[in-house]
């Protein structure tokens, strides 16, 4: 006669297992979503820093521009 007991817990082994095997399946679409966020993301950060170092340079000639004018230095190259 079968132990009962063994029985019991090979089948929720076997739930154990196909739980784990559909959670590593899970994990792995997650990890390439990330991927495909983190790229995207990537090329965000890229048009960021560029928009920001385009800020900053016509922040800065904009100043100089103003200090030519108030100097009244920009009078005379018109």
Request: proline share 1%.
């Amino acid at each position: 006669m079968e132990n009962p007991h063994e029985e019991r817990q090979s089948l929720l082994l076997e739930r154990i297992t196909k739980s784990v095997h559909r959670l590593n399946e899970a994990l792995l679409e997650l990890d390439r979503s990330v991927v495909e966020i983190n790229n995207h993301n990537q090329a965000i950060t890229i048009v960021a820093e560029l928009s920001e170092a385009y800020r900053r340079n016509a922040a800065f000639n904009l100043a100089n521009m103003e200090a030519v004018d108030e100097d009244g230095l920009g009078k005379d190259l018109a």
